[in-house]
């Protein structure tokens, strides 16, 4: 378990249908071993009554 009190191996399903009534499965491993070490942030912009809002990840340098 990690601090958060979700369990190390964590697997998110997804199920959904397409326009046509199609069915698709997907699944995706949420290994903390890929994100370990970086660093995350989000930066929400506002020009001229738009707002952009941008997602950036990179290795933590320590």
Do not use: C, H
Not at 13 to 23: E, G, R, T
Not at 46 to 58: A, F, H, I
């Amino acid at each position: 378990m990690n601090v958060d009190g979700i369990p190390r191996e964590t697997v998110i399903a997804f199920a959904y249908k397409d326009d046509d009534a199609n069915s698709y499965t997907d699944q995706m491993s949420l290994d903390p071993i890929l994100i370990e070490g970086e660093t995350w942030s989000v930066t929400t912009r506002r020009r001229g009554g738009e707002q952009t809002t941008l997602y950036d990840g990179s290795p933590w340098r320590g």
